[in-house]
């Protein structure tokens, strides 16, 4: 784990803060600061060098969620107001989901806000907006957003998403299709799982368990697929004939 | 009070009463994520000191406390009535308050704290066994916990107390040294970048010993520096090793 030296590199080097990672001529990205001779690292994380568009930034192993707008977040409503709701999105920053954002007309005198969503409902949402002074808000209107009914959640680290989600999706769309549940994941790190087969859920939340645990590893979608493939191929075996999984068991 | 005498803090070919050499530190051994529950902590073991960082956070401040432009740095550093030669109150002592804002005062250059606006962080700070320097080996502990919670800093912060025994300069004195030397030096500082966070001193030193005194922390800041990083780097590597086509690391 050694800083080569001025070279980029791809390999997925481990930083500490105050740890030089560019010299100039790189822009800082997210968990990088610019200092007098160059760029550094200002938390505990894995380094990405963006060559095309000379881009460091540091990836957090560890921390909490700090919400950015267009970001699709699980809320739980811990709070309903007159005209909005706050919800918990696993963040130093509570969020507020206006009424309007909800579709909801607003009239305190006629309109029960608890109706809509109550104290516990979990939410699939929006970031709207954040400028870190006031709460962040939300929406609920656009397609797969709003209350999340049945499934259970599972809390993963929270900078370990984008791994869940992979390069352009590869991730989630691969683990969709295969997969016999129904996942909504969260960037501040919760991920619904929904289906009717206890097994089958199960087996999904064992898959983002390990999604999560070698998050920065490389080749991860294809031992992942992998799995997948294994799994529904001895199933299909079984189904057929037995004769294809006797077969196997005996070379093992 | 009963000193000891100076010349059995230090023999004429110059080794002291533990048996180092007036340019050694004590064993540093830093240890990360030894806590679950907390969002990061550290458990540093510096000569026979013991101390436990535990952070938490960053969440939201109380409406009363915030900050609209940064967010707030909390440190209580508290001894355990087991860690003295000497019972000690479990309750806090005024000694234990000024330390609190030491360490807070050493940590808070370091933290990036205009990035968390409204935000609250906590450090916990448990001395479970003390032997001279624990302000310095708290340092030490806090700033990998803040680090290993995943708090935006500029660098870690790292200390070392520098004293006086015999007319002489040594390094991380122990709890005897502090107690019968001329002074006490603790100094905190951000390694990579050389900058100094934190100075105090007990007893007396002239100029020219403060500044010798200030490069000998330097050196020994490095050197502890380096297993701080190497203790978070070896905790976290496997995660970004395994499976890593570019082969693995030493860890």
């Not at chain 1, 900078?159 to 994941?185: A, E, N, T």
């Not at chain 2, 860690?83 to 030491?102: D, G, H, V």
Request: glycine residues 8%; hydrophobic residues 40%.
């Amino acid at each position: 784990m050694k800083l080569s030296e001025g070279q980029t590199t791809q390999a997925r080097e481990v930083v500490v803060p105050g740890e030089k990672v560019a010299d100039q001529g790189f822009k800082p990205g997210e968990g990088v600061y610019r200092d007098a001779d160059g760029l550094y690292s200002s938390l505990l994380g894995v380094v990405e060098r963006d060559e095309a568009r000379s881009v460091v930034r540091v990836r957090a192993l560890r921390g909490q969620y700090i919400p950015h707008p267009e970001d699709i977040i699980i809320g739980k409503v811990i709070e309903v107001g007159l005209t909005d709701w706050e919800v918990d999105i696993n963040s130093p920053y509570m969020a507020k989901l206006d009424a309007r954002d909800a579709g909801v007309e607003v009239d305190p005198i006629t309109v029960d806000l608890r109706r809509y969503f109550d104290v516990g409902d979990y939410l699939a949402a929006k970031v709207v907006a954040f400028d870190r002074v006031t709460p962040p808000s939300l929406t609920v209107m656009g397609k797969g957003l709003g209350k999340i009914r049945g499934g259970i959640i599972v809390s993963v680290i929270p900078s370990r998403v984008p791994r869940i989600i992979g390069k352009k999706g590869s991730m989630i769309s691969m683990l969709d299709k295969m997969l016999k549940v129904h996942l909504v994941v969260g960037q501040n790190g919760y991920v619904v799982v929904q289906g009717s087969d206890p097994d089958e859920v199960a087996f999904a939340v064992s898959i983002i368990r390990k999604i999560e645990a070698e998050a920065y590893t490389y080749g991860l979608t294809d031992r992942i697929k992998e799995i997948l493939t294994k799994r529904y191929e001895n199933q299909n075996g079984k189904d057929s004939t037995g004769v294809a999984s006797q077969r196997r068991r005996c070379k093992e | 009070m009963g000193k000891i005498a100076q010349e059995s803090l230090l023999s004429d070919d110059g080794v002291r009463s533990d048996g180092r050499r007036i340019d050694e530190a004590r064993p540093f051994e830093v240890q990360v994520g030894v806590l679950t529950q907390a969002n990061g902590s550290a458990l540093v073991k510096q000569g026979k000191n013991l101390i436990l960082a535990g952070v938490i956070g960053p969440y939201e401040a109380e409406r009363h406390s915030q900050y609209l432009d940064r967010g707030v740095l909390r440190t209580r550093y508290h001894m355990q009535p087991y860690s003295t030669n000497e019972r000690k109150s479990p309750t806090f002592t005024r000694r234990e308050i000024e330390l609190s804002r030491a360490v807070r005062e050493a940590l808070e250059p370091a933290v990036i704290l205009t990035d968390l606006p409204r935000a609250q962080i906590d450090v916990f700070i448990e001395v479970l066994q003390a032997d001279g320097g624990t302000r310095c080996a708290s340092v030490n502990a806090a700033s990998v916990a803040l680090a290993d919670a995943g708090v935006p800093m500029r660098d870690l912060v790292t200390a070392v107390a520098i004293g006086k025994v015999r007319d002489t300069l040594v390094v991380d004195i122990n709890d005897l040294e502090d107690e019968n030397g001329q002074a006490d030096f603790p100094i905190a500082m951000m390694p990579s970048k050389g900058k100094i966070t934190l100075l105090q001193m007990n007893g007396l030193l002239t100029q020219e010993e403060i500044q010798k005194s200030i490069e000998m922390a330097r050196g020994v800041i490095r050197s502890l520096y380096e297993v701080q990083v190497e203790a978070l780097k070896r905790r976290y590597a496997p995660l970004a090793a395994s499976g890593n086509r570019e082969g693995g690391s030493d860890a």
